[in-house]
């Protein structure tokens, strides 16, 4: 007698598992639904934000210009004087990540690395 019980539960079993199964791709589905609708937001963040940076920077470096013009300088002046100060901010820029990217160097991160593992004596 127990046999057809059995039975009766393994096909049971095998309904909630094709049930769960269902629900498990019901929500794979709609979480790739969601992925791509946040993916299209992300992809348009990534593009419209260095437009939008370049935007902010021309105008602060119009502003600058603009205001040297107003301390007395003519516009050719203000305007070299402001490209002057960017490149120097660049070089500087430069040569600080050529300093950052020289402390990162593998000689020296092993050598601190094994000085941190060493007992202290």
Known sequence: MEAPRVRGD?????????DFA???????????????????????????APILLLGLWSSVLLLCVAALHTLG????????????????????????LRRWVGDLALPRSRALIAQLLEPPQ
């Open 10 to 18: 393994i096909s049971r079993l095998a309904a909630q598992l094709i």
């Open 73 to 96: 300088l003519d516009w050719t002046t203000a305007l070299v004087s402001v490209v002057l100060a960017q490149l120097i901010g660049i070089f500087a820029l430069l040569r600080a």
């Open 22 to 48: 269902g629900a498990c791709n019901e929500l794979l589905e709609s979480e790739f639904a969601l992925a791509k609708r946040s993916l299209r937001g992300v992809v348009a963040g990534v593009l419209a």
